[in-house]
């Protein structure tokens, strides 16, 4: 099936500072990418959908200034977590679908677990 | 998309039938019955998915009701790397994003 890879897997960074996620679809292009977060035991939440050369759609209650999503090319949505606090720890996820089809299922990347000291 | 209504947990038991059931009672005629599991501190992988009629692939069946108001993933013979957080997610046609509900989470015991 098609993949998509998350970089880092793991990172950990001190409060205040600001930490950049990587998405790509490796075989396959995506006009459109989705970031979810998820907190230990809870549901993956989506938090916003990148689009490619165009602005990101946040959803309700999700800080865009802070979460910084840019979709530069069909292959690769970056998400840069700004002035980072420890609530902001979690298991971040993004996901995208090849375009073919009207039912194509969607491809996560292996996810990114944030710490904040 | 239709709301998903899933138990939260089961038991199974390893090499027997895990039959994981779904309600989706406002599920419209267009609207994909999708099954993801997520296995601890990874991505949710994708399992199958289906419109109304029953499914088949290497890794699940996904048996969907005649009035497609709930439908059952079966793991024919469960095994121990079978156990994850199991999601049961309906989408329409053309909406990309997949909205996670909490999921079942299956144990399967030696």
């Known amino acids: 099936g098609a993949v998509v890879s998350q970089h880092p897997s793991r990172v950990i960074c001190k409060s205040g500072t600001s930490v950049k996620i990587e998405c790509r679809s490796l075989?396959?292009?995506?006009?459109?990418m989705f970031w979810y977060r998820q907190f230990p035991k809870q549901s993956l939440m989506l938090m916003a959908t990148?689009?490619?050369?165009?602005?990101?759609?946040?959803e309700q209650g999700v800080e865009k200034d802070k979460f910084l999503i840019n979709h530069a090319s069909l292959t690769l949505s970056t998400l840069t977590v700004t002035s980072a606090h420890p609530e902001d720890s979690s298991f971040y996820i993004c996901?995208?679908?090849?375009?073919?089809?009207?039912?194509?299922?969607?491809?996560f990347g292996q996810g990114t677990r944030l710490t904040v000291v | 998309d239709a709301k998903t209504t899933q138990p939260t947990s089961m038991d199974c038991a390893e090499g027997r039938a895990a039959n994981l059931p779904c309600n989706h009672s406002?599920?419209?005629?267009?609207?994909?019955v999708y099954w993801y599991r997520q296995i601890h501190s990874q991505g949710p992988q994708y399992i199958i998915h289906?419109?109304?009629n029953n499914e088949t692939n290497e890794m699940a069946s996904l048996i969907i009701t005649e009035d497609r108001k709930s439908s059952t993933l079966i793991l024919p013979h469960a095994t121990l790397r079978d156990t994850a957080v199991y999601y049961c997610?309906?989408?329409?046609?053309?909406?990309?994003?997949?909205?996670f509900g909490a999921g079942t989470r299956l144990t399967v015991k030696p």
């Open positions: 996901s995208a679908h090849p375009p073919q089809g009207v039912d194509t299922e969607a491809f």
């Open positions: 075989d396959f292009q995506a006009t459109t």
């Open positions: 990148s689009n490619e050369g165009s602005k990101a759609t946040y």
């Open positions: 406002t599920i419209s005629g267009n609207e994909y």
């Open positions: 289906g419109l109304k």
């Open positions: 997610i309906v989408r329409a046609p053309r909406n990309n994003d997949m909205r």
